[in-house]
């Protein structure tokens, strides 16, 4: 138990404590000086990891945090009178406290979705009005991966939503707060499904895979990355200690660890998931392919276990609950939970 009464978290991969090798990489940062705001040996050796993965020419822009990183990609390609179109769930629609239109000034046009994800269909008929100056332009198409609901697009799914994108002159960009558990269930190259698939900016998450604090923007194309070094200061977004953000993608980005530490984070959702699978009166509402299980439960249980457990309700009208795993979850940890849903089953 913790000093709040509880066990362990089901709420958020953000309730997670840090890696130990990141902890470690801060600790070996803190040795000596460092001119700051990036100009470091820490943030340019990190940059280049990156290089590695992406690509040579592609910018890195570090942050403090998601709505930080969602914000300057997207202001590195619209204007105030542009509209981004993304899903009605996405984070930048329902969790950032209007933070996009507050500091950019542009519009989203939401479209509902039952898995999360945005399709060519579904975007198609909000294309319009371009060059009329009585209408916002519709500039950019943001998508998550993975979604808000832990569905993944393929990279095909992409690829048809950048060409989409790009025939209408548009800007296409992830929102990749959960980016490490989509390459690790996907089990694919990220490259496939981010660059190579016609990504132009990618915001890469690192708090929920880990890291203390910490987002990169990664900007694959010239036209945003000219922008985005003003805008982030502008933002308040730009580091002074710079070298202790870089130095946590650092350890995430040696030996794979942030693909180790997604792929046990999806196992352990598929363990709870199968656990879930075996319970009267539960049934999954998505698809687990993440790190994340969305189920609707009984009513008479949720004060069960929120009273031992942290995790949200997402839908109280349909009694729609969200259980996050992370990487710091154990075997045990994803047993006893389901042992005391089923036993709360059992006793309603």
Known sequence: MTAQGKRKSFASDNNSGIHPAVLDAIQRANDG????????????????????????????????????????????????????????????????????????????????????????????????????????????????QSTELGTLYTPDEIAAIADLAHRHGMFLHVDGARIANATASLGCDIRTFTRDAGVDVLSF???????????????????????????????????????????QFGALLTDELWLKNADHANRMAARLAAHLARIPGISLTQKVEVNSVFATVPPEIIPILLDRYFFYVWDEVVNEVRWMTSFNTTEDDVDQFANEVTQAAAAI
């Not at 922008?227 to 977004?237: A, D, E, I, P, V």
Request: charged share 15%.
């Open 205 to 247: 998450g690192g708090t929920k895979n880990g890291i203390m604090l910490g987002e990169a923007v990664i900007n694959f194309r010239p036209t945003p990355s000219s922008r985005t070094m003003f805008l982030r200061k502008q933002q308040m977004q730009l580091a002074s200690k710079m070298r202790f953000i870089a130095a």
């Open 33 to 144: 000086d460092c001119v700051g705001y990036g100009a470091d040996p820490h943030t340019a050796a990190v940059t280049e990891q990156f290089r590695t993965l992406f690509g040579a020419d592609v910018s890195v822009n570090f942050v403090f945090n998601g709505t930080g990183a969602n914000v300057l990609a997207l202001s590195s390609v619209l204007d105030s009178f542009d509209a981004v179109i993304c899903a009605a769930g996405a984070h930048i629609n329902v969790d950032e406290c209007g933070a996009p239109e507050r500091i950019i000034g542009c519009k989203l046009i939401d479209i509902p979705t039952s898995n999360g994800k945005l399709t060519e269909a579904l975007i198609g008929p909000h294309l319009h009005g371009f060059g009329d100056q009585h209408h916002v332009q519709a500039k950019a198409i943001s998508i998550t």
